[in-house]
């Protein structure tokens, strides 16, 4: 079984400030770990995935995610927002041979 | 490629009608997934194929509900009769594998059923 859970609904941040967006995650195996974003009236876009290698993951346009087995967590961080982050961040977790569960979402607000 | 291709881009229908959602994967993928999105219940799996053979439509929300894919490059998610609780947005998505590959979406479908 494998379940992720996204800690925060919406968070908002300043551009030019730090964005981090949590997710923990549970799985009976080694899991993969994603994060798509969502941008209004737009499909899902992989942000960045982790697959037991390193386990610090830079993804597209400046965010990175760092998974950390003790904690199961793969919380997704960007030094320094900018307004075209404003979106929506899904965590997704994919374990053995099972397809990927999503968590329920972050809105990020980026404001001026 | 230009992607995952999904038709129409929105749907309004009245309840009862049948409503036909159609997704194109991306060429030489072989898995294709359903999911539904809601405020209320986020990203929902559907269905999913792996050469076009149904593996898991265990999240299809009742019979009211049927999906195929016929071939490689085109799938089908019929909705008879339709009813109010399934508008939403219908998202396709087709990957090289149905375990920890990379997801590509379309645009979704926003079905909305008065």
């Known amino acids: 079984a494998q379940s992720v859970t996204q800690l925060d609904s919406h968070v908002s941040v300043s551009e030019g400030t730090p964005v981090l967006l949590r997710c923990n995650y549970s799985?009976?195996?080694?899991?993969?770990l994603f994060w798509y974003v969502q941008h209004p009236n737009k499909g899902l876009q992989l942000l960045l995935k982790?697959?037991?290698?390193?386990?610090l993951v830079k993804g597209i346009n400046g965010f990175e995610a760092e998974f950390k087995k003790s904690e199961t967590s793969f919380h997704l961080t960007k030094p320094s927002a900018h307004m075209s982050d404003a979106a929506e961040y899904f965590c997704?977790?994919?374990?053995?041979?099972?397809?990927?569960?999503f968590g329920k979402g972050t809105m990020l607000l980026v404001s001026p | 490629d230009a992607g995952v291709i999904q038709s129409p881009r929105h749907e309004v229908t009245e309840m009862g009608q049948e409503v036909t959602l159609r997704c194109k994967p991306i060429?030489?993928?072989?898995?294709l997934f359903w999911y539904r999105q809601t405020m209320m219940r986020g990203l929902e799996l559907l269905i999913y194929?792996?050469?076009?053979?149904?593996?898991?439509d265990s999240g299809m929300p009742e019979d009211r509900f049927s999906a195929k894919m016929p071939n490689a490059s085109f799938s089908t998610l019929k909705i008879q009769p339709s009813e109010p609780r399934d508008s939403a947005v219908y998202f396709c998505?087709?990957?090289?594998?149905?375990?920890?590959?990379?997801?590509?979406f379309g645009s979704g479908t926003q079905l909305s059923v008065l």
């Open positions: 998505a087709s990957s090289f594998s149905s375990g920890n590959e990379k997801l590509f």
């Open positions: 799985s009976s195996y080694s899991p993969s």
């Open positions: 982790y697959t037991s290698a390193a386990t």
């Open positions: 997704v977790v994919s374990a053995g041979y099972s397809t990927l569960t």
């Open positions: 060429s030489g993928h072989n898995s």
């Open positions: 194929f792996n050469n076009n053979v149904p593996i898991d």
